[in-house]
T-cell receptor
Framework: KNEVEQSPQNLTAQEGEFITINCSYS?????LHWLQQHPGGGIVSLFM???GKKKHGRLIATINIQEKHSSLHITASHPRDSAVYIC????????????FGTGTRLKVLA | GAVVSQHPSRVICKSGTSVKIECRSL??????MFWYRQFPKQSLMLMAT?????????EQGVEKDKFLINHASLTLSTLTVTSAHPEDSSFYIC????????????FGPGTRLTVL
């Protein structure tokens, strides 16, 4: 079992739909990072969280430290949101390495 | 802010040649840089961590003589794939952190290497 699990692995939505991507982890963490990888390969940082909730435009990220769970929400989804969304955690064990989830492949249809 | 660039974005080379990939932090000084490899539809795999002015720390299973990493300045790290073979074909991504142990990594756009 991976230390960082994402669900769903693949998601197809219609434009305008509300989208939720989940990330569960089994290790103690100091921070969780949501990343977006476009088809061309470039990775964009969306959010860095250690507690609570963050919002940027149509994107909202929440984290529940006790439940070891984070969600990424996209409101009013658009075809340009189509990408792979990756959850990465930084373990609290002292190393600064990231542990990556396997990613959620999102496709938003017009 | 926190922009990381990579050069080249795409490279095709013949088997047996060496390829150098540059990773630069454009608007901050990166004490720590990370090199990742990504196969199609898979997650990022950490290859090595480099701190400015010191030798890189390689992950288990990564050949340090094959993948030479140099982090000579606070804004530049290079990855050289030596004597490249077709199985080295992959997407290579670097990231940079402002300070040792600092939380956030900022990722470069990646370099797609194809070895013929």
């Amino acid at each position: 079992k991976n230390e960082v699990e994402q669900s769903p692995q693949n998601l197809t939505a219609q434009e305008g739909e509300f989208i939720t991507i989940n990330c569960s982890y089994s290790v103690g963490i100091s921070a969780l990072h949501w990343l977006q990888q476009h088809p061309g390969g470039g990775i964009v940082s969306l959010f860095m969280l250690s507690s609570g909730k963050k919002k940027h435009g149509r994107l909202i990220a929440t984290i529940n430290i006790q439940e070891k769970h984070s969600s990424l929400h996209i409101t009013a989804s658009h075809p340009r949101d189509s990408a792979v969304y990756i959850c990465a955690v930084r373990s609290s064990s002292g190393t600064y390495k990231y542990i990556f989830g396997t990613g959620t492949r999102l496709k938003v249809l017009a | 802010g926190a922009v990381v660039s990579q050069h080249p974005s795409r490279v095709i080379c013949k088997s047996g040649t060496s390829v150098k990939i540059e990773c630069r932090s454009l608007d901050f000084q990166a004490t720590t840089m990370f090199w990742y490899r990504q196969f199609p539809k898979q997650s990022l795999m950490l290859m090595a961590t480099s701190n400015e002015g010191s030798k890189a720390t390689y992950e288990q299973g990564v050949e340090k003589d094959k993948f030479l990493i140099n982090h000579a300045s606070l804004t530049l790290s290079t990855l050289t794939v030596t004597s490249a073979h077709p199985e080295d074909s992959s997407f290579y991504i670097c990231s940079a952190s402002l300070l040792v142990g600092y939380n956030e990594q900022f990722f470069g756009p990646g370099t797609r290497l194809t070895v013929l």
